[in-house]
């Protein structure tokens, strides 16, 4: 069946089925044909994208796919999300503040860390992106150059979400913890690990991380500091 007449339901399932495949091209078609129907990014990435790579993800856990055909995957759920950047990103907002993100030292897990960025600056924030494999010195370098009140730490896995803690404490010995609101996120993070390495915020997802950032930027005074030292 075409896709322009296939049933929503149905259509969601494909999309599903062919991130799983790394059918970017197919992924990428069925965005746009959702996009016609006037269906909203987080729906659309909910019910698609975000679904197909948790299915990826369970069997990627149980051995049932390798990282050749996550990759793969990883590649087709990027293209679908380059469809849907412009309207993720698009706004009139004054600009909010500034978030300095990336994903934590040893770490190249980066579609998350992305969508949080596309949110982020759709609801009118400057984001200050530095990728993957990102160390200490980097963030902080980052956030002085930008003179950022927000810091977004990724973490995918349980080997590399204790980097967040050293760059807490990175913060702390340049006297810049009170600067900055701090937070964190990933599959591997939780909100007692964010808690326990005194991070300001943990978000589930891009969204809870958008009201948190500002939630953050009315009610933090502190964050209106210059950084120095
Ligand atoms: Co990796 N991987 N991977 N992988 N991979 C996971 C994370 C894993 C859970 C898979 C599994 O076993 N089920 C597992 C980690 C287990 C663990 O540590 N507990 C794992 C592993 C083991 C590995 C390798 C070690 C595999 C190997 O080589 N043997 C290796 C490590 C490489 C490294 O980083 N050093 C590896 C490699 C890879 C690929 C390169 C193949 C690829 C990444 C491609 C890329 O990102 N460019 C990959 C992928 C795709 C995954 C899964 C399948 C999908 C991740 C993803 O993109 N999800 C993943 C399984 C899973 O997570 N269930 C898995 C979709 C994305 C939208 O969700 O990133 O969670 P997520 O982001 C969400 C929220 O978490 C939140 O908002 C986002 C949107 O709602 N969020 C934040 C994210 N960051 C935030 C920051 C915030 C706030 C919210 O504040 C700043």
């Not at 856990?61 to 995957?73: K, N, S, T, Y």
């Not at 984001?127 to 990102?134: D, I």
């Amino acid at each position: 069946m075409n896709i322009e007449q296939m049933p929503l339901d149905e259509l969601f399932e494909k999309m599903q089925d062919d991130l799983y495949d790394g059918l970017a091209d197919e992924v990428v078609a069925a965005t746009n044909e959702t996009l016609r129907r006037d269906l909203a990014p987080q729906e659309i990435l909910s019910k698609g994208l975000i679904a197909g790579m948790d299915i990826v993800g369970v069997d990627f856990r149980d051995g049932i796919l390798f990282v050749p055909e996550v990759l793969m995957a990883a590649k087709a759920m990027k293209a679908a999300m380059e469809v849907l950047r412009p309207l993720l990103v698009a706004t009139d907002a004054p600009k909010l503040g500034t978030m300095v993100i990336g994903t934590v030292k040893g770490d190249i897990h980066d579609i998350g860390k992305n969508l949080v960025a596309m949110m982020m600056e759709g609801a009118g924030f400057n984001v200050v992106n530095l990728g993957v494999n990102t160390d200490a010195s980097k963030f902080l370098a980052a956030l002085r150059e930008h003179d950022a009140q927000l810091l977004g730490m990724s973490a995918l896995l349980t080997t590399t979400m204790p980097y967040m803690r050293v760059v807490i404490k990175a913060l702390q010995e340049k006297g810049w913890r009170d600067k900055v609101y701090v937070m964190v996120g990933g599959a591997a993070v939780n909100e007692a690990f964010a808690e326990d390495i005194g991070a300001d915020a943990y978000s589930a997802d891009a969204a809870t991380a958008v009201d948190r950032a500002k939630w953050a930027i009315k009610h933090e005074k502190r964050l209106q500091q210059k950084f120095a030292g």
